[in-house]
C-alpha cells in the first residue's frame, strides 16, 4: 500500500546541487501585519504608518523587514528543515524590493553544502534560497545551515562539502528603497532625535526591555509563517528528545531582538542585509528575552546623502538583563547569550 504523505527529507536525501522548489506560494496580508504586530510589538514608523512611508517615498507601508524574512524562510522549512534539530546560521542574507500587503512570495533554495555529523546520526546541509514577488523581483536572498537528522543511521555519508560562504554584504549591493527629502523625515513621529550621524562605531546600547516567551506566543509564530518543523510544535515527541520540550524557532529571537532594538535604534527603519548569525544555545516557552546591540561600522551609502547604513551586532540573552553587555567578549563565553546577530540596517541622515 503507497503512501500519499511526506515524512520530509532527512539527510540522507539532500545532493550537492540539487534544486528544492518550495510549496506553497504565499500571498501576504494585513491580518499577517496585524498578527505579526500583536507577537511581537515592533515599533518602527516606516511599517506602522501609510503617511509616514510616503514621505520616504514608497507607495505605502511594507511589511516588517524581519516579518518578509520569516514568510521566505517558512517556505523552505518542509522540504530543508522539518526534520531538522537545530537551524545554526545565516550568511550573506540580503534585502530586497519591499513587501506589501496584497505581494505573492515564491522561494525556492539550492543545496550547496553536505557536511557529516561524527554522531552518525545527523549531518548539517547548506542551501541557498531565494524568495521572489510575483513579478519576479527579489525580496531575499539568503544562505543558512542546519542540523538535520538521518532516517537510516546506517545510510553511508556523502562526500563533504562545506561551501565558502560570503563573510558580508557588501555595502554596494545594500537595497535603499526609501529617499529621504530635506524636512520629510519626522523625527519625532519615528520616536527618536537620534540619526545616522549620531551613532559611532563601538558604541553599545542597552535596549533596556525584556519579552517573555510563551507556548503559545512562538508557536502562533510559526505557524503564521507555515513553519512546520517538528521541534516547535509536537511535545509528545520532544519530551523524549535532547531537551524534553518544544524549542523555540531561532527566528522567533531574531524578531524578540529586532522589536526590542527600537529603544536605541528606533530610526533604523529597515534591515538591509544579515552578514552572519549564530543561534548560540536554544530557547523555550518561559525564557525572557532580554537584547543589547554594538555599532559595528557605519557606511555612506554610494551617491547618497539622505540615507546611511549602520552595521550592528545585536546580542540575545534569556533571564539575564544587559546593562553590562553580556557576550561582549568572545574570550569568555556567556551562557545566557542565545543569540549573536551580524547586521546592517538604513538609517536617515542629517540633510
Same mark, same amino acid.
Given at each position: 500500500?503507497?503512501?500519499?504523505?511526506?515524512?520530509?527529507?532527512?539527510?540522507?536525501?539532500?545532493?550537492?546541487?540539487?534544486?528544492?522548489?518550495?510549496?506553497?506560494?504565499?500571498?501576504?496580508?494585513?491580518?499577517?501585519?496585524?498578527? =505579526?504586530?500583536?507577537?511581537?510589538?515592533?515599533?518602527?514608523?516606516?511599517?506602522?504608518?501609510?503617511?509616514?512611508?510616503?514621505?520616504?517615498?514608497?507607495?505605502?507601508?511594507?511589511?516588517?523587514?524581519?516579518?518578509?524574512?520569516?514568510?521566505?524562510?517558512?517556505?523552505?522549512?518542509?522540504?530543508?528543515?522539518?526534520?531538522?534539530? %537545530?537551524?545554526?546560521?545565516?550568511?550573506?542574507?540580503?534585502?530586497?524590493?519591499?513587501? =506589501?500587503?496584497?505581494?505573492?512570495?515564491?522561494?525556492?533554495?539550492?543545496?550547496?553544502?553536505?557536511?557529516?555529523?561524527?554522531?552518525?546520526?545527523?549531518?548539517?546541509?547548506?542551501?541557498?534560497?531565494?524568495?521572489?514577488?510575483?513579478?519576479?523581483?527579489?525580496?531575499?536572498?539568503?544562505?543558512?545551515?542546519?542540523?538535520?537528522?538521518?532516517?537510516? &543511521?546506517?545510510?553511508?555519508?556523502?562526500?563533504?562539502?562545506? #561551501?565558502?560562504?560570503?563573510?558580508?554584504?557588501?555595502?554596494?549591493?545594500?537595497?535603499?528603497?526609501?529617499?529621504?527629502?530635506?524636512? %520629510?523625515?519626522?523625527?519625532?513621529?519615528?520616536?527618536?532625535?537620534?540619526?545616522?550621524?549620531?551613532?559611532?562605531?563601538? &558604541?553599545?546600547?542597552?535596549?533596556?526591555?525584556?519579552?517573555?516567551?510563551?507556548?503559545?506566543?512562538?508557536?502562533?509564530?510559526?505557524?503564521? =509563517?507555515?513553519?512546520?518543523?517538528?521541534?516547535?510544535?509536537?511535545?509528545?515527541?520532544?519530551?523524549?528528545?535532547?531537551?524534553?520540550?518544544?524549542?523555540? =524557532?531561532?527566528?522567533?529571537?531574531?524578531?524578540?531582538?529586532?522589536?526590542?532594538?527600537?529603544?536605541?535604534?528606533?530610526?533604523?527603519?529597515?534591515?538591509?542585509?544579515?552578514?552572519?548569525?549564530?543561534?548560540?544555545?536554544?530557547?523555550?516557552?518561559?525564557?525572557?528575552?532580554?537584547?543589547?546591540?554594538?555599532?559595528?561600522?557605519?557606511?555612506?551609502?554610494?551617491?547618497?546623502?539622505?540615507?546611511? %547604513?549602520?552595521?550592528?551586532?545585536?546580542?540575545?540573552?534569556?533571564?539575564?538583563?544587559?546593562?553590562?553587555? #553580556?557576550?561582549?567578549?568572545?574570550? %569568555?563565553?556567556?551562557?545566557?547569550?542565545?543569540?549573536?546577530?551580524?547586521?546592517?540596517?538604513?538609517? #536617515?541622515?542629517?540633510?
Amino acid at each position: 500500500m503507497t503512501t500519499k504523505t511526506r515524512a520530509g527529507n532527512f539527510f540522507e536525501d539532500f545532493r550537492l546541487g540539487q534544486r528544492l522548489v518550495h510549496a506553497p506560494p504565499r500571498t501576504v496580508t494585513q491580518g499577517d501585519v496585524a498578527v =505579526y504586530t500583536a507577537l511581537f510589538g515592533p515599533r518602527f514608523a516606516l511599517h506602522s504608518s501609510d503617511p509616514f512611508a510616503r514621505a520616504l517615498g514608497l507607495p505605502g507601508a511594507p511589511i516588517d523587514s524581519m516579518l518578509a524574512f520569516h514568510l521566505v524562510f517558512g517556505r523552505t522549512v518542509a522540504d530543508v528543515s522539518l526534520n531538522a534539530i %537545530a537551524n545554526l546560521g545565516y550568511a550573506g542574507c540580503r534585502f530586497g524590493v519591499p513587501v =506589501y500587503p496584497g505581494d505573492t512570495i515564491t522561494a525556492d533554495s539550492r543545496v550547496i553544502g553536505l557536511k557529516p555529523n561524527k554522531d552518525g546520526k545527523t549531518g548539517v546541509v547548506y542551501v541557498h534560497s531565494t524568495g521572489v514577488n510575483q513579478r519576479g523581483e527579489t525580496v531575499l536572498d539568503y544562505r543558512r545551515w542546519v542540523m538535520v537528522r538521518k532516517r537510516d &543511521e546506517s545510510a553511508p555519508p556523502p562526500e563533504t562539502v562545506v #561551501p565558502e560562504l560570503p563573510a558580508s554584504v557588501p555595502v554596494a549591493e545594500l537595497h535603499c528603497p526609501i529617499a529621504v527629502a530635506p524636512g %520629510a523625515y519626522d523625527a519625532a513621529r519615528a520616536g527618536s532625535d537620534f540619526l545616522w550621524d549620531d551613532y559611532v562605531p563601538g &558604541e553599545r546600547i542597552d535596549h533596556v526591555d525584556g519579552m517573555t516567551i510563551e507556548d503559545a506566543e512562538h508557536m502562533l509564530a510559526a505557524r503564521l =509563517y507555515q513553519n512546520n518543523a517538528k521541534v516547535h510544535f509536537n511535545q509528545h515527541v520532544e519530551r523524549e528528545g535532547r531537551f524534553g520540550k518544544r524549542i523555540v =524557532y531561532g527566528g522567533h529571537v531574531i524578531s524578540l531582538a529586532r522589536a526590542l532594538s527600537c529603544n536605541g535604534l528606533a530610526n533604523a527603519q529597515l534591515v538591509a542585509a544579515i552578514h552572519g548569525g549564530r543561534h548560540a544555545a536554544p530557547s523555550f516557552a518561559g525564557d525572557t528575552i532580554y537584547a543589547w546591540s554594538e555599532v559595528l561600522a557605519k557606511d555612506a551609502l554610494p551617491g547618497r546623502h539622505d540615507v546611511g %547604513a549602520l552595521r550592528l551586532r545585536t546580542v540575545a540573552t534569556k533571564d539575564r538583563a544587559c546593562h553590562d553587555f #553580556p557576550g561582549h567578549d568572545a574570550a %569568555a563565553p556567556e551562557p545566557a547569550v542565545v543569540l549573536d546577530l551580524d547586521y546592517t540596517v538604513l538609517m #536617515p541622515r542629517r540633510l
